[in-house]
Nanobody
Framework: QVQLVESGGGLVQAGGSLRLSCAASAGTLSWSAMGWFRQAPGKEREFVAG????????KYGNSVKGRFTISKDNAKNMVDLQMDSLKPEDTAVYYC?????????????????????WGQGTQVTVSS
């Protein structure tokens, strides 16, 4: 049974930072890509960031470019999301996801359909 467990969510003031972590029960090298998505109440799940197997290729959603950084530690089977300059509109439940599909080396899937396993999510709330 594959498990992805997110941690690090919480309440932060606008302009602050949070670091989310995703622990994978299977080795992170097992996945062709891993990603972070978020979902605010009443909205669709939105792509935040993704990273390919060896951590060389990354991709970010337009709303977080320049503020968020995704990283991967294959030795620890962890994927992190460093979130800086947080805004109230970043408030959402953040989900970690893992993809098993085969993609071109420069492609990072950016839709929910590109990912096969999901964590339970962690709440991030940014106050104004």
């Amino acid at each position: 049974q594959v498990q992805l467990v997110e941690s690090g969510g919480g309440l932060v003031q606008a302009g602050g930072s949070l670091r989310l972590s995703c622990a994978a029960s299977a080795g992170t090298l097992s996945w062709s890509a891993m990603g972070w998505f978020r979902q605010a109440p009443g909205k669709e799940r939105e792509f935040v960031a993704g990273i390919r197997r060896y951590g060389i290729t990354t991709k970010y959603g337009n709303s977080v470019k320049g503020r968020f950084t995704i990283s991967k530690d294959n030795a620890k089977n962890m994927v992190d999301l460093q979130m800086d300059s947080l805004k109230p509109e970043d408030t959402a439940v953040y989900y970690c996801a893992a993809a098993m599909g085969t993609f071109s080396p420069i492609v990072v899937p950016t839709t929910i359909y590109g990912y096969d396993y999901w964590g339970q999510g962690t709440q991030v709330t940014v106050s104004s």
